[in-house]
C-alpha cells in the first residue's frame, strides 16, 4: 500500500506568519495513525508530543482528527477555512519541501484550488474550472499574490506620504498610483535613478524644496527602498498578468478539447 500523509501541523496558539517543517513521516495505512476507535497511534503520538511547546494548539486538515486529537491528546486543535488554505499550500510545495519524498498525494488529498487561488484569478479576470488548474497556473498566481501583498504593505505608508505632500508642497497627488508616489519621493534623492517620467520636474523642484519640512530627510533609505520593492512588483505584476491569462486560456482549450485530468 502506498504511503499516506496525516494532516497534521503544529501551529503557534497566536497569529502565524511562517509554517516551517519540523518533522515528517509516512504512514502506509493512515486509518491506523488515527482514527476514532483506536485514537492517535504511538508514533503520531510521539512526533506531536516531540515537537509542540507547551500551549501549542495544533492544525490538522480534518475535523475527524480535530476530534480525536482533543479527545485523546487533551491538545487544542485547529480546523477551519484559513487552516484548510495553509494545507492545500503544503501539500502543493511537497516536492519543493521533501524532495526526497517519492510518495504521491492522493487525489482526495491535493485539493484542486484553494479559496486564495480562486479569489487571486477572480481578481485578474480569469475564470477558471477547478478542475482545469495546473501547477503552472497555481506557480504565477503565487506570484502576482506576492506583488499584491507588496503593495498591500506600503498603501497606507505611501497613502500618508501623498496627504503630507499635498499639505506641505500643494502637490496634489490624488489619484496617482503607489508606484508614483513612491517614485516622486526617490526623485528627491535621486533624480537619476530609474524611470521618473510620471514625475514632472516642477513637482520634483517643489518635493526638494520642502523635504526637510516634511521631515523626508530622516527617511532617505527607507524611502529606496520603497521604491525598489514597488518598481520590482510592478514590472513582475505587468509580465505575469498577461502569462497567467495565457495559461488559463490554454488550459480552458486543453479541457475543452481532451476533457478533465489533462491539465495536471
Known amino acids: 500500500m502506498e504511503a499516506a500523509y496525516v494532516d497534521v501541523i503544529l501551529l503557534l496558539a497566536g ?30 503520538t510521539e512526533m506531536i508530543m516531540n515537537c509542540r511547546f507547551p500551549e501549542q494548539k495544533i492544525a490538522v486538515g480534518k475535523l475527524e482528527y480535530k476530534r480525536i486529537i ?14 484548510m488554505e495553509v494545507m ?20 482526495a488529498d491535493c485539493l484542486p484550488m484553494s479559496l486564495g487561488l480562486h479569489y487571486v484569478l477572480q481578481h485578474y479576470d480569469c475564470d477558471v474550472k477547478t478542475e482545469m488548474v495546473n501547477e503552472q497556473i497555481v506557480a504565477t498566481a503565487s506570484v502576482l499574490f506576492q506583488c499584491d501583498s507588496v503593495e498591500k504593505k506600503y498603501s497606507g505608508a505611501l497613502r500618508h506620504a501623498g ?18 508616489i513612491a517614485t516622486a519621493l526617490k526623485m528627491i534623492w535621486w533624480p537619476e535613478f530609474g524611470d521618473s517620467c510620471e514625475v514632472s520636474e516642477d513637482d520634483v523642484s517643489r518635493l ?15 524611502c529606496l527602498t520603497v521604491y525598489k520593492d514597488m518598481v520590482e512588483a510592478h514590472e ?12 488559463v486560456e490554454l488550459a480552458n482549450e486543453t479541457y475543452e478539447a481532451e476533457g478533465p485530468g489533462k491539465n495536471v
Open 15 to 44: 497569529s502565524v506568519m511562517a509554517v516551517l517543517l519540523e518533522e515528517f513521516r509516512t504512514f502506509k495505512d493512515k486509518s491506523n495513525a488515527i482514527n476514532k476507535s483506536t485514537g492517535v497511534s504511538k508514533r503520531l
Open 70 to 83: 482533543e479527545e485523546r491528546l487533551n491538545i487544542d486543535c485547529l480546523y477551519n477555512t484559513a487552516v
Open 88 to 107: 492545500w499550500g503544503i501539500q502543493h510545495c511537497m516536492p519543493s519541501l521533501l524532495p526526497q519524498e517519492k510518495s504521491q498525494l492522493t487525489e
Open 163 to 180: 496627504d503630507l505632500i499635498k499639505d506641505v508642497s500643494g502637490i496634489n497627488c490624488e489619484g496617482w498610483t503607489l508606484l508614483k
Open 208 to 222: 526638494v524644496a520642502h523635504a526637510y519640512i516634511c521631515d523626508l530627510h530622516k527617511k532617505k533609505d527607507s
Open 236 to 247: 513582475v505584476k505587468t509580465s505575469k498578468k498577461g502569462l497567467v491569462k495565457s495559461l
